[in-house]
């Protein structure tokens, strides 16, 4: 059995692909990427401590040098004189330049720090190296607005008008301080220190997360300190960075899911003091590209593998493979019910008879010729089935109505009314004329319209004024074609039902085109439908039982014998609606496909 062709094609299978390179190439690339990302995150933290602590150095030395111009005995003094209205406007600009060298000296003392400045808010501020400058555009500046507005003591890299006085462009992260108070909103005067956002990012950027992976610096309200692109270009991450800021834990690794359906790392830190928070973004594609490549790389040798491995499978099977592909696609050919392609596509018997597929194949072929012969006996059979059903209700029609005409004449006749007698039998023997004519299953809209109107003529002699009735019409009727007596029966259940619950019945015929569309509807001003005969429709329309609808015994066969030719001849193109019409009765609407002549 081992030497069998079955035995051979799976052999080389297993041994090329299962045991030898497919084990290998998962095991190895799993175990490579679980080593570097333990390595990359421990890497990440590591570096991020290490900013962290750098971050730590840069605001304590802000914090130092705000607390000494906030306690110093010169920013007293200074703040006293100018907010003294005795106090003349040459000793205020003194005590400005004054407060300008105190300032001077301040900064000098720290590296870090590029600017320190006092803004009042009668619209004067006092900067380092002789900066003193009276105007209130800097009142209208969204770092003066929140600061005073919400308390907000640190802003997020902006341009500064006292660093561009000194030739300095470059965006600066700030450190407000109220003067003389710690309420903002009690102050006349904040300190507001600067460092330039560069002193922040250099080392920043030597923090490295794959190739395209970007480490972000976010202040207490989730926004990014130094001006980076925002990190809302990573989808999800501003749910990632609420639910890190929300969070107990001070570092940490999170995995989401993208849009592409791989993962994003984000690595994070919380700053102490600030609340600050360091967060790192990258894509699992970029951080393990150099992987990615030797997984592709394994994936094309891999291919290569596979397409010798088919021509060998192709030379051991080809005696198998090509009458068994041809029988397969034979089979899809009688799926979608085209059996001479299945026949066309099949191996000629003297071909094939030699083997189990030869067998097979033949066998195939003469269960295609009998079950086509089998659909078409069946098919027939059932055409000529539909074509009975459709006649036996057709023929359901016509006596129920004669029937209660004969009446109607006998009545007449009895009351001596000459005219009418003769206006109902003009009028019925029109009806007969046409009702009579078995062989048309379709009519013109204009026939069964003029049979309508022939038996509205009828229903108005018996009726008199009790009953209004109306036929109206809409859009380009010429033409169409309709199943005979489509409407005859419901509006015959129209006048009956308002007549049982009204002294007078009102019923209305509507006929229009809308598109491609035909819609008939009949309404009336009986009781409506009950929840009873609202289920029995809802069934009805469902599943129209024929053999009940042809032995029904009631007399009651109006709607139901419509339903059942409907459904028989429009098949899917059929709907119906029901509900309650204007004169608060039934209305009746049938939905069908608007077919020509």
């Known amino acids: 059995m081992f030497y069998s062709l079955k035995s051979r094609l799976i052999a080389v299978f297993v041994l090329l692909f299962v045991l030898t390179f497919g084990t290998l190439s998962v095991v190895l690339f799993n175990e490579a990427r679980t080593i570097i990302r333990s390595y990359i995150e421990s890497s990440a933290l590591e ?8 971050v730590s150095m840069v605001q304590t030395q802000v914090y130092d040098l705000a607390s000494i111009v906030f306690n110093s005995e010169a920013t007293r003094n200074w703040d006293n004189k100018v907010s003294d209205p005795t106090v003349s406007e040459g000793d205020k600009m003194f005590a400005h330049i004054e407060m300008s060298n105190f300032l001077t000296r301040t900064t000098n003392s720290y590296s870090s720090v590029s600017n320190v400045a006092i803004y009042r808010q009668e619209g004067v501020w006092v900067g380092a190296e002789q900066a003193i400058v009276q105007e209130v555009d800097y009142m209208l500046e969204p770092w003066f607005i929140d600061f005073f507005a919400q308390g907000r003591h640190w802003m997020t890299a902006h341009t500064d008008d006292a660093e561009l006085m000194r030739n300095n462009p470059n965006p600066v992260v700030s450190m407000l301080m109220p003067i003389g108070t710690f309420e903002p909103t009690h102050a006349k005067s904040v300190m507001k220190v600067n460092v330039n956002a560069d002193y922040f990012l250099r080392p920043l950027s030597r923090i490295h997360l794959g190739e395209s992976g970007t480490i972000y610096l976010l202040d ?12 809302g270009d990573y989808p999800g991450t501003a749910e990632a960075v609420t639910e890190i800021r929300g969070g107990v834990s001070r570092s940490g690794v999170m995995y989401r899911e993208n849009d592409q359906g791989n993962q994003d790392i984000i690595v994070y830190k919380k700053l102490p003091r600030t609340n600050w928070t360091l967060v790192g973004f990258v894509t699992e594609e970029d951080l393990y590209a150099p992987l990615f490549k030797l997984r592709n790389s394994m994936i094309i040798f891999a291919s290569v593998l596979l397409v010798v491995a088919v021509l060998a499978a192709i030379w051991l099977s080809h005696g198998v493979t090509k009458p068994l592909s041809r029988l397969v696609l034979a089979m899809r050919q009688v799926q979608r ?8 596509r099949l191996p000629e018997p003297q071909q094939s008879m030699t083997s189990e597929i030869g067998f097979a194949t033949t066998t195939f072929r003469t269960m295609v010729g009998q079950l086509r012969q089998h659909i078409k006996t069946e098919f027939e059979l059932k055409l000529l089935r539909q074509q009975a059903e459709y006649k036996a209700l057709l023929m359901q029609i016509n006596p129920h109505f004669l029937f209660n005409t004969l009446e109607l004449m006998s009545s007449l006749a009895m009351q001596r009314r000459t005219e009418d007698t003769v206006e109902v039998i003009e009028s019925l023997g029109k009806m007969m004329r046409f009702s009579l ?3 048309d299953d379709l009519v013109t809209l204009e026939e069964e319209l003029r049979y309508v109107q022939d038996y509205v003529t009828i229903l108005q002699v018996r009726f008199g004024d009790r009953l209004d009735i109306r036929l109206t019409r809409e859009g380009d009727l010429e033409g169409l074609t309709v199943i005979k007596f489509i409407l005859q029966p419901l509006i015959e259940n129209s006048v009956k039902y308002s007549f049982r619950h009204q002294e007078q019945a009102i019923v209305r015929i509507a006929v229009a085109r809308r598109e491609d569309r035909l819609h008939l509807v009949v ?6 439908l009950s929840p009873e005969a609202d289920e029995k429709l809802r069934g009805q329309l469902t599943s129209v039982q024929l053999d009940t609808m042809l032995d029904s015994r009631t007399g009651q066969i109006g709607l139901g014998n419509v339903l059942a030719r409907c459904r028989l001849y429009y098949g899917e193109r059929f709907e119906m609606q029901w509900g309650t019409g204007e004169d608060g009765g039934a ?5 069908l496909h608007a077919d020509n002549l």
Do not use: H
């Open 47 to 54: 570096k991020m401590e290490e900013y962290g602590s750098y």
């Open 220 to 231: 207490d309200r989730g926004e990014s300190m130094l001006g980076q692109s925002t990190y």
């Open 337 to 344: 019910g085209d059996f001479d392609s299945a026949e066309q």
């Open 437 to 439: 004519k078995f062989s």
């Open 523 to 528: 309404s009336d001003n009986g009781p409506g």
């Open 587 to 591: 209305r009746i609407e049938l939905i």
